[in-house]
T-cell receptor, first 112, second 111 residues
Framework: NAGVTQTPKFQVLKTGQSMTLQCAQDMNHEYMSWYRQDPGMGLRLIHY???????DQGEVPNGYNVSRSTTEDFPLRLLSAAPSQTSVYFC???????????FGPGTRLTVT | GQQVMQIPQYQHVQEGEDFTTYCNSS?????IQWYKQRPGGHPVFLIQLVKSGEVKKQKRLTFQFGEAKKNSSLHITATQTTDVGTYFC???????????FGQGTTLQVKP
């Protein structure tokens, strides 16, 4: 199993550009989440999904969209990038009923 | 909204010294999880605590969940350089609820 994979590893965007961060898992996990990590602020939940076709907002959803058309994939879309979205983004997944959450390697995004 | 506060933010210890990080929630939690993130890496699940007053051990690591299920601690006995990293607690209000992370405690260990 590859576990949770994320692409790209690094990305630089200009203000106003849009892009999609990819996340995939091959463990047939129902739950998937997106977090952003900023210095001194821990991990903040952006959006999450409890299964294909179902998504919900986390703590900091503004400026981001998600969809969950398959169990495996959970892309995160930045509609119009802003410097405040400069961060490290982590995708995570877990099996329904299980406690352990598996994180991907992260995407480091810089918006200039 | 639900908040999870974690202290201290940083801790520098000499190898062999003990280390403790504390986590406090503004609301009663269903469960609390602990993660470790090595520098440049991603968070890795360590443990979940569910019961009031629960204590669990993993080798030199001891995890506690408070009686009121609003606070938790992680204690490392006799730190080693391999313990370096950031330790996060994360609380859930229900088993299907959102996982809210604390700010993390970054541990540095001097050999």
């Amino acid at each position: 199993n590859a576990g949770v994979t994320q692409t790209p590893k690094f990305q630089v965007l200009k203000t106003g550009q849009s892009m999609t961060l990819q996340c995939a898992q091959d463990m047939n996990h129902e739950y998937m989440s997106w977090y952003r990590q900023d210095p001194g602020m821990g991990l903040r939940l952006i959006h999450y999904s409890v299964g294909a076709g179902i998504t919900d907002q986390g703590e900091v959803p503004n400026g981001y969209n998600v969809s969950r058309s398959t169990t495996e994939d959970f892309p995160l879309r930045l509609l119009s990038a802003a410097p405040s979205q400069t961060s490290v983004y982590f995708c995570a997944s877990r099996k329904q009923g299980a406690s352990e959450q598996y994180f991907g390697p992260g995407t480091r995004l810089t918006v200039t | 909204g639900q908040q999870v506060m974690q202290i201290p933010q940083y801790q520098h210890v000499q190898e062999g010294e003990d280390f403790t990080t504390y986590c406090n929630s503004s609301t009663t939690l269903s469960n609390i999880q602990w993660y470790k993130q090595r520098p440049g890496g991603h968070p890795v699940f360590l443990i979940q605590l569910v019961k009031s007053g629960e204590v669990k051990k993993q080798k030199r690591l001891t995890f506690q969940f408070g009686e009121a299920k609003k606070n938790s601690s992680l204690h490392i006995t006799a730190t080693q350089t391999t313990d370096v990293g950031t330790y996060f607690c994360a609380g859930q209000k229900s088993n299907t609820g959102k996982l809210i992370f604390g700010q993390g405690t970054t541990l540095q260990v001097k050999p």
